[in-house]
């Protein structure tokens, strides 16, 4: 899972976004949609990362202000 906040250079305000969810490109991972069909059971859980990763932040910097201030 990805958050996303933008954060407006003019202003300083932070507008959080939806989560977006990123897809893992890991054949080894059970939640990518490379990961093998056939790879189930005991065997995938010994080879196979069997979690998502923790959130990760994203927050680019806008240029001007944000869409509450601009509309003043």
């Known amino acids: 899972i990805l958050r996303v906040c933008y954060v407006y250079e003019k202003c300083g305000h932070v507008y959080p976004m939806p989560d977006q969810q990123v897809q893992c490109d890991n054949p080894r991972c059970k939640f990518s949609p490379l990961h093998s069909k056939s790879c189930q059971?005991?065997?995938?859980?010994?080879?196979c990362k069997q979690y998502r990763g923790h959130p990760q932040q994203y927050s680019p910097q806008m240029a001007g202000y944000c869409p509450g201030c601009t509309g003043r």
């Open 41 to 47: 059971g005991s065997s995938c859980k010994q080879t």
